[in-house]
């Protein structure tokens, strides 16, 4: 299963400068999680941005968690 979603995060060095997008759409994951993270629900995003499926945010979601399970993060602010 998480494969499968993980699979609709796609980086291609000529969209949106190689940052991982949902499905090649052009919208960034870290857009996506801007959005979440201001408090939009998951159907308030869906009604905003038609071409995006649930299965879509549960993707950016999924691979956030995967961002930060490597072994070592610099300082995240300056």
Do not use: W
Not at 26 to 44: F, G, K
Not at 51 to 61: K, S, V
């Amino acid at each position: 299963m998480e494969d499968t979603l993980l699979n609709r995060i796609t980086i291609d060095p000529n969209i949106c400068h190689g940052k991982p997008v949902v499905r090649g759409l052009r919208y960034p994951v870290e857009d996506i999680l801007d959005l979440l993270a201001s408090n939009m629900t998951h159907q308030q995003i869906l009604e905003d941005y038609e071409d995006l499926e649930e299965e879509d945010l549960q993707a950016c979601l999924l691979f956030a968690k995967k961002m930060i399970q490597v072994k070592h993060i610099g300082k995240l602010v300056a």
